[in-house]
């Protein structure tokens, strides 16, 4: 069972548009949620993360909701470029196991010029 | 300016040899993980390491052993591997045990078992 989950498996936007990428858990002890950005052949790459006492942190182009009652959160890329076009992973941690990170199946953007 | 550096990048195996993956990192970090990636499945757990000597298992342990000799490195082996281990493996470290600390990845092996 998948305790994190990202629906949307692909996403194509026009550049200079906002990219919106949805992730959803079930695990109500998760405690900090971090996104992955990941290019071909390459590993995946920090991009942004929030506690789980926060419902928004910004960095740049990058913002990330969270939405605790709904165990959802989502990252907003504002706005999108073609250098944006990756896989993009959800990732979730609990604070007792904070050294272990559950993700989810990525969403892959295209970001067209 | 290293970071994490995974070997061999690719490998091809038949069912039932074995073999190990190595993983360095220069960082200095504590702790250090073994992923798998599937289509669809995104990064799971496969065991991991809080410190030099140390391990643990994952999500996914079943077929793989790991050993922590030295702080820097991270081995991973398949001692009889099965077509089912056929994925890309990835090697993350970090240097705090803080659920935001993020881990810094290597580039990945390809393994192919036929």
């Known amino acids: 069972d998948q305790q994190v989950k990202q629906n949307s498996p692909s996403l194509s936007v026009q550049e200079g548009r906002i990219s919106i990428l949805n992730c959803d858990y079930t695990?109500?002890?998760?405690?900090?949620f971090l996104w992955y950005k990941k290019y071909p052949a390459e590993g995946p790459t920090f991009l942004i993360s929030?506690?789980?006492?926060?419902d928004k942190n910004e960095d740049g182009r990058f913002t990330v909701f969270l939405n605790k009652s709904a165990k959802h959160l989502s990252l907003h890329i504002v706005p999108s470029q073609p250098g944006d076009s990756a896989v993009y992973f959800c990732?979730?941690?609990?604070?007792?196991?904070?050294?272990?990170?559950?993700f989810g199946g990525g969403t892959r953007v295209l970001v067209k010029p | 300016n290293a970071g994490v550096t995974q070997t061999p990048k690719f490998r091809v195996l038949k069912t039932g040899q074995s073999m190990t993956l190595l993983c360095a990192q220069d960082?200095?970090?504590?702790?250090m993980y073994w992923y798998r990636q599937d289509p669809g499945m995104g990064l799971r757990l496969i065991h991991y390491?809080?410190?030099?000597?140390?391990?643990a298992k994952g999500e996914v342990p079943d077929g793989y052993n790991v050993s922590r000799l030295k702080k820097q490195n991270f081995l991973l082996g398949l001692e009889s591997a099965a077509p089912s281990q056929t994925s890309v493996y990835f090697c993350?470290?970090?240097?705090?045990?803080?659920?935001?600390?993020?881990?810094?990845f290597g580039d990945g092996t390809r393994l192919s078992i036929l």
């Open positions: 993350a470290s970090s240097y705090l045990r803080q659920g935001n600390q993020p881990q810094h």
């Open positions: 695990n109500s002890m998760f405690d900090y």
């Open positions: 929030i506690s789980s006492i926060k």
């Open positions: 990732a979730a941690s609990r604070g007792a196991a904070g050294n272990k990170l559950t």
């Open positions: 960082m200095n970090h504590e702790y």
């Open positions: 390491s809080v410190g030099e000597g140390t391990t």
